[in-house]
């Protein structure tokens, strides 16, 4: 199932299930106490607090998206099967109880019915998580008792704490509340063979997570505690790479139809093998991947906030690029394929394409000059010191 069809699904099964498709916000979010959009649930945030009404604005209690995502947390882990700076996040939301809400059970059902009846995934390779309780909020066993009514055994229902299984604020406020993760077991052959090995297991990436469906209760206010919100809510959400990964049978997203076209340009470009230098061409195709995003939502190469985060995306996949040989003007190449993958998605993206393609052609040309001065530097040094 390519890309597109895997998109299309997912908001499809949710509207003919009475859900409002929604489209996803700027990467650059409207709260300034953040920099950068990190989840789904980041415009819908002052919803799921109860201060906004989603039936005015959205003329239903039930979303869902496909949201773009930008994250420079993991920019280290970039390069493995799993990690990206730019994501696509699907999720559906219900917001606040009313006589047609649901809540734990209804999403639970919705996620299984998603993955199993409509992706045909096999059931008996997930393993869910629960929130343990933890800082006076208890165990979730309402989620474990869903769960084990639909069908999944109790040894497949872990128990995890805080850090694993209770989501946000995105920011130092806002709405939160436990989760229930499902994980997908991608077999023996993929894992660490320790005791003990399962979700979240830090020696290897045998359990995959797919879908993170967060119980949005709280409200983590200025002082650090957890108020109960006047509603709950129902916050999800489907990191769309790794799932686009395991429905093509692919053990990293970089190798679906998402990378396929700009790692055959890399290849072409430098004449190196991907097989052979995996870390660096996934690093290249998914800085060029989230700069051209970033580009066309308007941020320009500077010293600061987001512009900062945008010169360092640049700089480093420009470092990457001279270590497979590729030379000044590599980059525009792949920001086409980036647009070309896009535009049908995200029409914008073909809208700024020159502004695109000229952000990224000057910060090339002041890397380039910065390297040159600093070489010229070096050079003098050297002969200061004969
Ligand atoms: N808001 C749920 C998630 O980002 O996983």
């Known amino acids: ?23 996803s916000s700027s990467l650059l979010p409207a709260d300034p106490s953040v920099l950068f959009t990190t989840a789904g649930m980041q415009q819908f945030s002052l919803y799921l607090s109860g201060k906004k009404d989603p039936i005015a604005d959205f003329g239903s209690r039930h979303l869902v998206s496909c949201q773009k995502c930008f994250r420079t947390g993991d920019i280290e882990e970039i390069g493995d099967d799993t990690h990206h700076t730019f994501f696509e996040m699907l999720g559906n939301w ?59 055994p109790a040894e497949r229902i872990k128990e ?19 989760s229930s993760e499902i994980h997908y077991d991608r077999g023996e052959e993929f894992g660490c063979g320790n005791e003990g090995c399962g979700p979240s297991c830090e020696f290897c990436k045998r359990f995959v997570e797919i879908w993170n469906l967060v119980f949005m209760q709280y409200y983590k206010n200025e002082k650090g505690e957890y108020e109960l919100l006047p509603q709950t809510n129902i916050d999800t959400g489907i990191g ?35 097989e052979q230098n995996k870390k660096i061409f996934r690093i290249i195709a998914d800085h060029a991947r989230s700069s051209a995003f970033l580009l066309s939502e308007g941020v320009k190469p500077s010293n600061l906030g987001q512009g900062y985060i945008l010169r ?19 980059l525009v190449p792949l920001m086409d394929l980036v647009i070309d993958k896009y535009e049908s998605v995200y029409p914008p993206l073909k809208e700024n394409k020159s502004i695109i393609k000229a952000g990224a052609e000057e910060e090339e040309q002041k890397f380039e000059k910065t390297l040159r001065s600093g070489l010229k530097k070096i050079e003098e040094m050297i002969e200061l010191k004969h």
């Not at 949710?14 to 489209?23: D, L, N, S, T």
Request: hydrophobic share 40%; glycine share 10%.
């Open 94 to 152: 219900s917001i606040g109880e009313d006589d047609k809400g649901y809540f734990k059970e209804g999403a639970i059902k919705y996620a299984l019915e998603f993955l199993v009846d409509e992706l045909k995934m096999d059931k008996s390779r997930f393993t869910i998580t629960i929130f343990k309780g933890e800082n006076n909020i208890a165990k979730d066993d309402e989620a474990a008792q869903i769960w084990l009514k639909n069908g999944i």
């Open 312 to 330: 360092r995306i640049l700089r480093r996949v420009m470092r990457y690029g001279k270590l497979i040989d590729l030379k000044t003007g590599f």
């Open 1 to 23: 199932m390519v890309s597109e069809e895997l998109r299309q699904k997912f908001l499809k099964f949710f509207e003919q299930r009475g859900h409002k498709i929604v489209a």
């Open 240 to 274: 769309f790479e790794r799932l686009a990964a395991l429905l093509q049978g692919k053990k990293s997203a970089y190798e679906t139809d998402i990378f396929l076209a700009i790692i055959e340009k890399i290849e072409q470009t430098s004449g190196k093998n991907y």
């Open 160 to 178: 995890f704490g805080k850090e694993d299984n209770f989501w946000g604020p995105v920011s130092a406020v806002g709405p939160c509340g436990p």
